[in-house]
């Protein structure tokens, strides 16, 4: 355990859920201060982004047209797959979409990735050799995450429902919309709902599943941990290293499911912002 | 587990990574492979182009064959009819030739005829004249009855 010391199964997952974090608040900060920095956080995603950058860069430096090969095969593949969600789901021609919708699948799959790395080996090894005391080290487990994509994607929805519909329009979405105009207030109310509805369920989503997983993770690993006392050890290790794996496997599908759902949501949104009439 | 000030951190890294992807791996990649496309529509393009005039030089080469046979054909049909003339006025020649020659022969044997029957007519004269000489020349003078004898030689 990250700690090296005994610790009951409550504490053992509450350590594993805290995030490193400074405070930039004087005084120090509550357990619910918005003014705090979650290290871990910014550490791995921002080291995932950098690690899809630097593959990025040293594959388009040795791309072929002609013949390509090995990696490059690879990339592109993941490429087509893209712009084919994209060109399916999204009417009409915009330049962001495409790069937008790659960006939050590959960024989303390797945080969401950093989940099948044993829980315990990153903030042992932490704990180890660095000192470091807390470590959460999927990205995705941490509500800041998924909610920032989300509030991106939203913000990218309403500039172009106005870019598109003008303000006029995007005006008279609220008013008219979904039923007609003789019930105004109710609209307004509905479309807002709907409208906050989207960025919120798009990061919760991911948050929701990535946390939950992360969970059963911990609870897999704790049988190990807790219950194995002398030759009991004989019968939990084995059923904690079956059931990890068992985890393990269903995992690496929901890691790229949500990723997937991410992207198609992302540009079926701005799709429906793209669209005239609503 | 709070919402944190680490969100707008996220935001910012989120919007510089969809810059950074843009640049160093969509535009990049998504180029180059409109490229490759389009160097693949062409090349098909051209196969095609290439197999049309295939067809249309096949067709050409059809043609021309079909025009040399023809003419083959009448080259061959003139040249039959041409030597059959050149038989047909080989005949007419040789027989022409065969009848001047006869007429000729005929002439030759006539002449040789009258010659013949000339010297013969003066040979009888002359063994008339000899044989009755020698008749005569025991109850006649030769020389008294030349003439009548000229006289009958010439009767002959």
Redesign the interface.
Known sequence: MASGEKMGTVEYIQHHLTNNSICLEDGGCGPMSFWQINLDTVFFSTLLGALIVFVAWRTSRSMVAGTPSGFQNFVESILDFVQGQVKDTFPGHNPIIAPLALTIFLWVWLMNFMDLIPVDLLPYIAHTFLGIEYLKVVPTTDINTPLAMALTVFALIVYYNIKVKGVVGFIKMFLFHPFGKFLVPVNIVMTLIEEIAKPLSLGLRLFGNMFAGELVFLLIALIGGTLAVGAAALFWAPLQVVLDLAWLIFHILVITLQAFIFMVLTIVYLGMAHTEDH | ???????????V??????W???K???????V??E??QK?IADGLSAAEKGKKELELAEQRAKEVLQEAKVQAQEVLSQAEKRGTEIVNEAKEKAVEEVERVKAAATAEIEQEASAAREALRAEIGQLAVNGAAKILAREVDEKAHADIIDALAKEI
Do not use: D, G
């Open positions: 587990m709070s919402i944190t000030v680490t969100l707008l951190i996220q935001i890294a989120f919007v510089l990574l969809i950074f992807v843009n160093f791996l969509w535009a990049p990649m998504s180059m492979m490229e490759r160097k």
